[in-house]
């Protein structure tokens, strides 16, 4: 089992900045890829980003490239989301997800595990 508790979130003007974390118990973080997702009210939930287990591999959604960066520290069990230019459109609840395996991850059917959320609001 593992257990991730998002955090960072909040009220942003655009063109501005966030650093989302997510923390997750349990001492096999390392084997796992991390995911962040994102919905907005209404909508699906959506990829936003991935990481593999050692960082090696990163994968992001075409509307967030340059602007947000995955990383993880595995010795604090946490994967960030560096979040940068923000925009209007960015505005939603952000989850950050697990799964077992290699590789990383665009489906949210393919993640075991999730957090509670963080909101943030974007506004001009």
């Known amino acids: 089992q593992v257990q991730l508790v998002e955090s960072g979130g909040g009220l942003v003007q655009a063109g501005g900045s966030l650093r989302l974390s997510c923390a997750a118990s349990?001492?096999?973080?390392?084997?796992?890829?991390m995911g962040w997702f994102r919905q907005a009210p209404g909508k699906e939930r959506k990829f936003v980003a991935a990481?593999?287990?050692?960082?090696?591999?990163?994968n992001y959604v075409d509307s967030v490239k340059g602007r947000f960066t995955i990383s993880r520290d595995n010795a604090k069990n946490t994967v960030y989301l560096q979040m940068n230019s923000l925009k209007l459109e960015d505005t939603a609840v952000y989850y950050c997800?697990?799964?077992?395996?290699?590789?990383?991850?665009?489906?949210?059917?393919?993640?075991?595990?999730w957090g509670q959320g963080t909101q943030v609001t974007v506004s001009s």
């Open positions: 997800a697990a799964k077992s395996g290699s590789s990383t991850y665009v489906s949210v059917g393919r993640y075991d595990y």
């Open positions: 349990g001492r096999t973080f390392s084997t796992y890829a």
């Open positions: 990481i593999n287990w050692d960082g090696g591999i990163r």
